[in-house]
């Protein structure tokens, strides 16, 4: 008797999970591609709502699952391709929902991108909008700015003339050209005050920057706030204070005062007649031929340069306190080095891990410095106190200077060129006391960990090496007969 044929189950139907999830997508860059909807609208609705297509897929699962029941056959797995398309997806998305979160208006201003070559952020379409009005007599500019470049100069006349130059990003250029009118530059009048607002939030959240070119009366005061872009002023006899966020500042030709407030920002400024102040958190500063004082505090992130300072200084971070009279050369400071040349005391200066050089000394003269070495050439002596720790001290007197001698070092030798200095030393200490002619100011140094150098200043032209002569010129040989070649008459 035959044996009954037995019947394989059948096999589970294929599931459509993933073949919708990869239409739906589809679908969302036909949009994108069509330009029914920007890519901006599109990236923002996937970041947020991705995970409907998880849900999406988990629903179809759930009706193939039923179905299979009913048909009493198995369900249909995920399989590989299906796992590998979900992690893409999950991973993609959850990209997306982060990049969303980003402030992407500072990223690019940060990392200053040409957002036209990055279709995902639209199209940079340019504008060209002037505005001119007159400007009242002994009145101020009040600019506030989003995103641009300021540019302020001297007009020949009473009027206020402002040439706008606009980048919108849009996808079309006629979502621009609606954002254009929306973002004109706005200016309003309020007694002697002159408000001028760049208006590159009037279209909302679209990405605008409104370049700023400025003319006005020279006696006017500026006051400026810009959040993105540089700032150029030239030519004030007005006050100008400044708050920047990421720019570049520069300033010069000013008789009033110049008062910056700076977060990110570099400043250069430089021929003013009043006072200069910079505060905040700054990058690169350079401050050159003032003749009022200077006053800075804050972070400084890079380097400070002074020069030509005819009045006081003061300089406070959370690290150095400097405060000098008057600087007749310059003052070079960054993270481990301080130099200056050309400076008058009083000088007071407390800071940390710095190499310090003072050349051309005068007047009294009081520092304080760890994990660095100090170098102090003196011209005109007064009133010194020298503290150090972890670094070695060398001060270079006048040859005939006049002064009291009291020095202490700690694991450190004491060396000087005055024969009427008296040295001590002995296991780990050394000391050196004394009068030095007619004994007129008190000299006190103290090192620890480091070695002292009391020097006259003329050692230091002894010490510096003689030029190497120059070697003789070669002669030239002369020609032998043989090597003349004789000429046709």
């Known amino acids: 008797m035959a044996s009954p ?25 036909l949009l994108g591609n069509l330009h029914i909807f920007s890519w901006e609208i599109l990236a923002h609705a996937f970041s947020h709502y991705w995970p409907v297509l998880l849900i999406l897929w988990g629903i179809i699962k759930l009706v193939e699952y039923q179905q299979a029941q009913r048909a009493g056959v198995r369900a249909s797995g995920i399989g590989f391709g299906g796992v590998l398309l979900l992690l893409i997806l999950i991973g993609f998305g959850m990209a997306a929902t982060q990049a969303s979160r980003l402030n992407w208006d500072e990223l690019k201003d940060h990392t200053k991108l040409d957002i036209g070559d990055f ?14 009005q007159p400007f009242p007599a002994g009145g101020s500019l009040h600019v506030q700015s989003e995103r641009g470049a300021i540019n302020i100069s001297v007009s020949t006349d009473d009027q206020l003339r402002v040439s706008a130059h606009k980048k919108i990003s849009a996808d079309k250029q006629s979502e621009a050209d609606e954002a254009n009118p929306k973002t004109a530059p706005q200016i309003s009048v309020s007694g002697n005050t002159v408000t001028l607002d760049t208006n590159t939030r009037g279209s909302g959240s679209r990405w605008v920057s409104s370049d700023l070119d400025i003319s006005l009366p020279r006696k006017a005061s500026v006051t400026i706030s810009s959040r993105h872009g540089d700032i150029s002023i030239t030519g004030r006899d007005g006050d100008i204070d400044i708050n920047s966020q990421h720019g570049e500042v520069s300033v010069s030709d000013v008789n009033g005062k110049v008062a910056l407030n700076l977060d990110e920002s570099s400043a250069n400024v430089s021929q003013v007649s009043s006072d200069v102040s910079v505060e ?11 003749k009022g004082s200077v006053r800075l505090s804050g972070d400084f992130m890079e380097s400070v340069k002074l020069a030509k300072i005819e009045k006081n200084v003061s300089f406070k971070t959370e690290r150095t306190d400097m405060e000098f009279s008057k600087l007749d050369g310059d003052l070079d400071l960054d993270s481990g080095d301080l130099r200056a040349t050309d400076i008058t005391g009083p000088i007071r200066l407390s800071t940390r891990s710095k190499d310090i050089q003072l050349d051309g000394v005068i007047g009294d003269l009081r520092i304080e410095n760890e994990n660095g070495s100090i170098e102090a050439h003196i011209n005109k002596i007064g009133s010194t106190e020298i503290t150090n720790r972890s670094g070695d001290i060398e001060v270079y007197v006048p040859d005939k200077a006049g002064f009291q001698l009291d020095a202490h070092a700690r694991n450190g030798d004491i060396e000087t060129d005055f024969s009427s200095i008296k040295v001590d030393s002995g296991d780990d ?5 004394g009068t030095v002619g007619n004994g007129g100011s008190r000299v006190a140094i103290n090192n620890e960990h480091g070695a002292i150098e009391l020097r006259k200043g003329s050692s230091v032209a002894d010490a510096r090496p003689m030029p190497a002569p120059k070697p003789p010129a070669p002669m030239k040989p002369e020609k032998s007969p043989e090597a003349v070649v004789p000429t046709e008459n």
């Not at 037995?6 to 860059?29: D, E, K, N, W, Y």
């Not at 279709?119 to 001119?132: A, D, K, L, S, T």
């Not at 905040?280 to 003032?290: K, L, M, Y």
């Open 429 to 433: 200490q050394a000391s050196a006391a």
């Open 280 to 290: 905040g958190r700054a990058n690169d500063v350079s401050i050159e031929d003032v």
């Open 119 to 132: 279709p995902i952020f639209g199209h940079n379409y340019e504008y060209e909008q002037q505005v001119n």
């Open 5 to 29: 044929v037995q019947m394989r189950p059948p096999h589970p139907p294929r599931s459509f999970a993933g073949p919708v999830v990869l239409i739906t997508i589809g679908l969302i860059f």
